[in-house]
């Protein structure tokens, strides 16, 4: 099948263009720039040894994307364009509302006009309210609703619903929506990761920033939690085995019975943050500086997933350890730090040292 994937040359994106050329699809691939480099579509072609059309267009400007409708054909669409922190999202609410949504609508909105009828949206975990107690499960959403916490969520949950309504109206259009908890580590050449633009907004780039000493500590946002050590509890699923998920969904368009899957992606299991602090020193044999300051607005106790669901209707399971979350990510922080090189070596003597 070929796909375009908006927001291709993001973190989740990225490494899912990779998996689907594994499996015989091929991509067109559109993203902005606006928290990804180009740089990055550049190692993605050497992964996958050939190259992908890729277009720097922001999807919430209709005119242009449909010059990519016109020019390129594909028969579905991954959906990761959107702008993705929660507390970036509480102090810049309208930033989100206006390029998560319109950006959902103005893909949705081509599609019609170029009769595609197959798309797979990537929600978040996040549309579970603060209630929800995990493990949560699929149908747990229903109820928590008027629970979200933040901005992002929020988005999440309307782009969720606009998908719902379309499906109910128009059989011939099949929709996945992926909520997925919080995707971590990188791919094992260490040429693509997450590395976004700025401040780190999300745990891991930043523990790696750290870690490599472009930062001088890491921020851990309360430590007054409901948890076994005061610090935020999350399902850590490793980038590669979510791309993987991803792939998984396509079989969903051949199914007859229905136009509409709901899936969570995730390895069922909970990880606190100072665990993750400590996982990440174990695997790369140094230590993390960080410093307990205020919650961050917007977070929540635990949330982790019941993954059933995807386990079995997707013959998908989250595989990798957070063991290999923390090595894959170090290992493509150092890479980028040292710009190329012979990596594996200069890692070796790093952790000596």
Same mark, same amino acid.
């Given at each position: 099948?070929?796909?375009?994937?908006?927001?291709?040359?993001?973190?989740?994106?990225?490494?899912?263009?990779?998996?689907?050329?594994?499996?015989?699809?091929?991509?067109?691939?559109?993203?902005?720039?606006?928290?990804?480099?180009?740089?990055?579509?550049?190692?993605?072609?050497?992964?996958?040894?050939?190259?992908?059309?890729?277009?720097?267009?922001?999807?919430?400007?209709?005119?242009?994307?449909?010059?990519?409708?016109?020019?390129?054909?594909?028969?579905?669409?991954?959906?990761?364009?959107?702008?993705?922190?929660?507390?970036?999202?509480?102090?810049?609410?309208?930033?989100?509302?206006?390029?998560?949504?319109?950006?959902?609508?103005?893909?949705?909105?081509?599609?019609?006009?170029?009769?595609?009828? *197959?798309?797979?949206?990537?929600?978040?975990? %996040?549309?579970? /309210?603060?209630?929800?107690?995990?493990?949560? =499960? !699929?149908?747990? +959403?229903?109820?928590?609703?008027?629970?979200?916490?933040?901005?992002?969520?929020?988005?999440?949950?309307?782009?969720?619903?606009?998908?719902?309504?379309?499906?109910?109206?128009?059989?011939?259009?099949?929709?996945?929506?992926?909520?997925?908890?919080?995707?971590?580590?990188?791919?094992?050449?260490?040429?693509?990761?997450?590395?976004?633009?700025?401040?780190?907004?999300?745990?891991?780039?930043?523990?790696?920033?750290?870690?490599?000493?472009?930062?001088?500590?890491?921020?851990?946002?309360?430590?007054?939690?409901?948890?076994?050590?005061?610090?935020?509890?999350?399902?850590?699923?490793?980038?590669?085995?979510?791309?993987?998920?991803?792939?998984?969904?396509?079989?969903?368009?051949?199914?007859?019975?229905? *136009?509409?899957?709901?899936?969570?992606?995730? %390895?069922?299991? /909970?990880?606190?943050?100072?665990?993750?602090? =400590? !996982?990440?020193? +174990?695997?790369?044999?140094?230590?993390?500086?960080?410093?307990?300051?205020?919650?961050?607005?917007?977070?929540?106790?635990?949330?982790?997933?019941?993954?059933?669901?995807?386990?079995?209707?997707?013959?998908?399971?989250?595989?990798?350890?957070?063991?290999?979350?923390?090595?894959?990510?170090?290992?493509?922080?150092?890479?980028?730090?040292?710009?190329?090189?012979?990596?594996?070596?200069?890692?070796?003597?790093?952790?000596?040292?």
């Amino acid at each position: 099948m070929r796909i375009l994937v908006a927001g291709g040359a993001g973190y989740i994106g990225s490494h899912t263009i990779v998996e689907l050329y594994k499996k015989g699809h091929t991509v067109v691939c559109v993203d902005n720039l606006y928290n990804s480099k180009l740089k990055v579509i550049k190692n993605i072609e050497k992964i996958i040894g050939t190259n992908i059309p890729f277009y720097k267009v922001d999807c919430c400007n209709k005119k242009k994307l449909e010059t990519v409708f016109k020019k390129e054909s594909f028969e579905a669409v991954i959906m990761f364009q959107g702008y993705k922190a929660v507390g970036e999202s509480v102090k810049k609410p309208l930033e989100y509302y206006r390029n998560n949504i319109d950006s959902a609508l103005t893909i949705l909105e081509l599609m019609d006009k170029f009769n595609i009828h *197959n798309v797979i949206f990537s929600s978040s975990a %996040t549309v579970y /309210g603060k209630n929800c107690k995990s493990p949560i =499960k !699929e149908s747990d +959403n229903s109820q928590c609703l008027n629970e979200i916490t933040n901005p992002y969520g929020e988005t999440k949950a309307m782009i969720e619903r606009i998908l719902m309504d379309k499906a109910k109206s128009d059989k011939t259009f099949k929709a996945v929506i992926l909520r997925y908890f919080n995707p971590v580590g990188a791919h094992e050449s260490g040429l693509i990761g997450e590395d976004p633009n700025g401040i780190p907004n999300n745990l891991m780039p930043y523990i790696a920033k750290v870690a490599t000493g472009k930062l001088p500590y890491l921020n851990v946002y309360g430590n007054d939690y409901k948890t076994k050590d005061g610090t935020g509890v999350r399902d850590y699923i490793h980038v590669v085995d979510l791309a993987i998920g991803h792939v998984a969904t396509i079989k969903c368009f051949n199914n007859k019975k229905t *136009n509409l899957w709901i899936y969570n992606l995730g %390895t069922g299991k /909970g990880t606190s943050v100072l665990d993750l602090v =400590k !996982e990440y020193e +174990n695997a790369n044999k140094l230590s993390i500086k960080y410093k307990i300051v205020g919650r961050r607005e917007g977070d929540i106790d635990k949330l982790y997933c019941n993954p059933k669901r995807a386990n079995e209707e997707l013959n998908w399971q989250a595989s990798r350890t957070v063991n290999a979350m923390c090595e894959s990510s170090y290992k493509y922080e150092f890479n980028n730090k040292i710009s190329g090189g012979e990596l594996c070596q200069k890692t070796k003597k790093l952790k000596k040292k």
